[in-house]
């Protein structure tokens, strides 16, 4: 079954230590998009401006992401992200967002788009992932990603979101400030209180913790020797997760969800590999076959 994903098609210039890399392709949608295509037929729902390379189109149809959900606005500026990562990758910083077409966008869904069983809601204001939302009809799983800076300037919007969707997914300092609580594990209840039935919170290196009406589970990350780039990895577990749980036949959501989440993570890993989008596309599936069966030994006790 088929993924919709929206979220922001970006140009990210990222710097490290060891490099600079100006005007990449990147964005939650891009990464997620990308990642939930090894597994699922993708439809993306996105806007760029005329400054897009239409080598980063070519490169989402190499993927065969249905683009008939990508806006281009003539005249526009593309969303542009400069982020810049210390010696310990964990630290980021962004150094300055242009929301460019972003900001006064409200995406119409193409009429094909409104049944798609399968709903991300990737990182972008909670606003447009209402809009997207108002416009589907009656989807099987809806997952939804955010960040702090929604928590501090979205807030409403984002809570009323939360009563919408089937599970969300954010990261354990996000979960700390949306609960003020410290510890995740008592976070996961008061999240759960808001609204969804599925919580997701991502601890990078240290994996994920899922939380549902089965229980929990601890899902480990891949360990990897070496990151260049960690920039959309969430995106990518979370699109890989989602991708992975469509392409599952019979039963429901729920049987899926480890095993997705194992999905997810050996994707990411695949990100942080490489710079922007490059190593996730050198990737094939016996590749991630090979990971997911490291990462079932490493965690079998
Ligand atoms: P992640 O590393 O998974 O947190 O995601 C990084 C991606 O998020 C980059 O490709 C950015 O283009 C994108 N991004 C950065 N800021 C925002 C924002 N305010 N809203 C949506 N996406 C963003």
Redesign the pocket.
Known sequence: MSVLVV??T???SINTPKAKNPRLL???A??AAVAASFFSPVKLVGVVGDDFPSRYVKLYQSRGIDLTGLERVKGGQT???H?EYEVNMNN?R?LN?V?GV?ENWSPKLPGAYETTPYVLL????PAIQHTVLDQMSRPKFVIA?T?D??LNVALDDLLRLLKRVDCLVL?DGEARQLTEDDNVVSALARIHKLGPRYVIIKKGEHGSLLSGPEGLFVAPAYPLKKVVD????????VGGLLGYLAAQKGGSPAKHLRRAMIHGAVVASFCCEGF?LSHTLRAKRPDIARRVRELEKLARF
């Open positions: 979220g922001t970006a140009l990210d990147g964005g939650s891009s990464h969303f542009h992200w982020g980021r962004t967002t929301l972003i990737a990182n972008i204001a990603d960040m800076l929604w990261n960690p920039t959309g990895a969430g995106d990518s577990f922007g």
